[in-house]
Nanobody, 120 residues
Framework: QVQLVESGGGVVQAGGSLRLSCAASGFPFSRFDMSWYRQAIGKERELVSYISSDGEHINDADSVKGRFTISRDNLKNLAYLQMNSLSTDDTAVYYC?????????????WGQGTQVTVSS
């Protein structure tokens, strides 16, 4: 079955860096776009960054442009989110996501999330 497993979260001081990983299985990873979302306490889940299946097209939220970099390794079935210059506003649970065709419709699949806490 489809599985997305995030890792790499933790506690970091403001200004620091973290790299999140998303290990995908159960579907042909190289054929599908991937995204990273985040959800802070009391806020709605928001799109952070998107990467196309071939890695050629990337889209970042304005709040992370110039600080976060999404990438993928289609040989290893891994997606990454490199996060630099972290601020307390980046504290959230981070999720990787993909959308797959299921029964003639599109269905979003999510990982369990990884907590990122940025301390001041």
């Amino acid at each position: 079955q489809v599985q997305l497993v995030e890792s790499g979260g933790g506690v970091v001081q403001a200004g620091g860096s973290l790299r999140l990983s998303c290990a995908a299985s159960g579907f042909p990873f190289s054929r599908f776009d991937m995204s990273w979302y985040r959800q802070a306490i009391g806020k709605e889940r928001e799109l952070v960054s998107y990467i196309s299946s071939d890695g050629e097209h990337i889209n970042d939220a304005d709040s992370v442009k110039g600080r976060f970099t999404i990438s993928r390794d289609n040989l290893k079935n891994l997606a990454y989110l490199q996060m630099n210059s972290l601020s307390t506003d980046d504290t959230a649970v981070y999720y990787c996501q993909t959308v797959l065709p299921v029964g003639g419709a599109s269905r979003a699949f999510w990982g369990q999330g990884t907590q990122v806490t940025v301390s001041s």
